[in-house]
């Protein structure tokens, strides 16, 4: 069996992933590589992780593969998704101004606060500053079935089908359960539940101009000699969105890293398309949430007029800050910086 994984992209990533849980000693880790334009898993990788020279010394906890058995909810990484059917179906033009009520909106009994208090702000800085209040009307113009329909075609509540057992689906809920507040919720990335794997692939379609692609990790088979015997394709899933639509959207996530939530994640020597997730952890007892500590994500990929890289890092309960710009972006920097050396030089880059 010959596996898509890149083994110096892989040891980048385990080294960044290792530095970062240093400095933020999460409850666990994740991080994943894919090329957007095959589905190629180059590197994935959990912490806590084993040896599995010792794997008997091993828990099971230790073994999982979070990235494709462990749902999260995925906080604000979902609003690109959520604004390009917006954007998609005409509902709004990325220049639209919308008012976003100072930090404070009322939503029957519920209350939506932003992180700063946003008077007006167009669709794209919506987008660029992570207005939850912003991403609730823009959910509102789409309405439950639009916005389920969009959600579903980007692979959300679907298993991708990768070749590793033990995957999961993830929750998006039927229509027959949302509630009068389920719109705004999920807007912001609350009620909706995501692999790590399922998320990145999403944003692959971003990446390569609009297509789902299934992830892989097999790259061909082999008999007992070495002979390849079979070879395995890219293989696209469906159209997500048009081309067009698809740069358009990665411009607006190139603006998220070079003025917005995501400006740790910006490189010199390429443009990165990203976006910022800090998900509160819902109470285990389902009371709600507060107290349960968060996720801090980011997700980007490089060079953004043709991108080569997708990498997502969730770190979950990191210690001494919880925003996924401060969190995970530099961790993504630096796998994108030093992968995208090696592809284009074909010499690993060492840490520092």
Request: charged share 20%; with cysteine.
């Amino acid at each position: 069996v010959t596996l898509t994984v890149d083994v110096t992209i892989q040891h980048i990533l385990e080294e960044e992933l290792d530095t970062a849980c240093k400095q933020w000693s999460p409850q666990s880790a994740m991080a994943v590589a894919i090329d957007p334009q095959t589905g190629e898993v180059l590197a994935m990788s959990n912490r806590p992780t084993f040896d599995p020279n010792r794997f008997q010394d091993s828990s099971p906890e230790h073994r999982r593969n979070r990235i494709v058995t462990d749902c999260y909810e995925p906080g604000s990484l979902i609003k690109p998704l959520v604004v390009s059917g917006v954007l998609k179906r005409g509902l709004a033009r990325p220049s639209d101004v919308f008012f976003c009520h100072n930090g404070v909106f009322p939503i029957g009994r519920r209350v939506l606060h932003d992180v700063h208090p946003y008077g007006n702000l167009t669709l794209e800085e919506i987008i660029v500053y992570s207005s939850n209040i912003g991403m609730a009307q823009l959910a509102m113009l789409e309405g439950p079935s639009k916005l389920y329909s969009d959600l579903r075609l980007f692979g959300l509540g679907t298993p991708t089908g990768i070749e590793i057992p033990g995957e999961t689906s993830g929750v998006l809920y039927p229509l027959s359960k949302w509630t009068s507040l389920s719109l705004a919720s999920i807007a912001m990335g609350h009620e909706v539940t995501v692999t790590p794997l399922q998320l990145t692939t999403a944003f692959c379609a971003l990446a390569n101009g609009g297509n789902l692609i299934r992830p892989r990790i097999v790259l061909a088979l082999g008999d007992s000699k070495g002979v390849e015997t079979r070879r395995f394709e890219p293989r696209y899933v469906h159209r997500v969105l048009d081309e067009g639509m698809a740069r358009q959207i990665t411009r607006i996530l190139t603006r998220v890293v070079e003025e917005g939530t995501g400006k740790k994640a910006g490189l010199t020597e390429y443009t990165v398309a990203g976006k910022t997730g800090t998900a509160e952890k819902p109470r285990s007892d389902g009371s709600g949430y507060g107290g349960a500590g968060y996720v801090s994500s980011f997700i980007g990929y490089a060079p953004s007029e043709k991108p080569r890289l997708c990498v997502l890092v969730m770190i979950d309960e990191p210690r001494g800050a919880h925003y996924g710009g401060t969190v995970s972006a530099p961790v993504v920097r630096e796998i994108i910086r030093r992968s995208l050396n090696y592809l284009e030089t074909g010499v690993y880059c060492a840490m520092g």
